[in-house]
């Protein structure tokens, strides 16, 4: 059997079309969520800042690029993932394709963006089921940060794995043990009543909804305090 990496694994599912058309149309109903939590859109403001935490690989980077782009051709992009190979792959991606955008990825632990990105200087913060790769401890150093990255009316949307029920923590226990057997990953396991008690511990205010991906919700999360 011939060895492949995790990037190469989990890029057989997330480059597929079917996955990137199901982010597509989560990250607009994201944005449509926004009202419901009295916020405005701000994706066409001149000074537009986003940032996808966690690529996945080149085609997610692809997807979040012309999703920003086509809406606002001066926004200002920023892409981090922990792997080597999702990061070269993203640039490579860049420097052919999306050269004239303002878009800047970078190799990092998204526990350190804060050496990287300044104090409210994002408008929108993405990623996707990224949270389940951190502890505890470490998912609630996360979330002060994404918050202190925000603007003031800035947002952030995420599908999460958030089971509600003893079918969905089966499942949780399945998905934990393949990642960990296949992709050779640790995952940690949030229910969907711990995900809203962190949200909000970490001074959110958010709005959730099931997908189509058995027990992934999707969340919009704004600053609780303005």
């Not at 979040?64 to 080597?84: K, M, Q, S």
């Not at 050779?184 to 970490?202: A, E, N, P, Q």
Request: net charge positive; proline share 4%.
């Amino acid at each position: 059997m011939i060895a492949m990496s995790y990037y190469t694994k989990w890029g057989m599912i997330i480059g597929s079309p079917i996955f990137q058309r199901f982010l597509r149309e989560n990250y607009a109903k994201g944005l449509s969520d926004l009202h419901l939590l009295k916020r405005e859109n701000p994706f066409f403001q001149s000074d537009f800042s986003s940032l996808l935490c966690g690529v996945g690989n080149a085609e997610t980077a692809r997807s979040f690029i012309e999703f920003v782009t086509n809406r606002n051709p001066n926004a200002h992009i920023f892409i981090i993932d922990l792997g080597t190979e999702q990061i070269d792959a993203v640039k490579k991606l860049v420097k052919h394709n999306f050269g004239k955008y303002d878009i800047k990825a970078q190799q990092m632990n998204a526990l350190d963006l804060t050496t990287w990105l300044k104090r409210s200087s994002l408008d929108w913060i993405e990623t996707d089921g990224f949270l389940e790769f951190f502890s505890p401890p470490q998912l609630q150093k996360l979330l002060k940060i994404w918050h202190t990255l925000l603007k003031k009316d800035g947002y952030i949307t995420i599908r999460e794995p958030a089971s509600d029920n003893i079918w969905e923590s089966v499942i949780d226990v399945l998905r934990v043990w393949m990642a960990k057997w296949w992709l050779g990953v640790r995952l940690y396991v949030y229910s969907l009543t711990d995900l809203k008690r962190i949200f909000h511990d970490s001074g959110f205010l958010f709005k959730t909804f099931p997908t189509k991906v058995p027990t992934f919700r999707r969340f919009t999360l704004v600053k609780s305090v303005l």
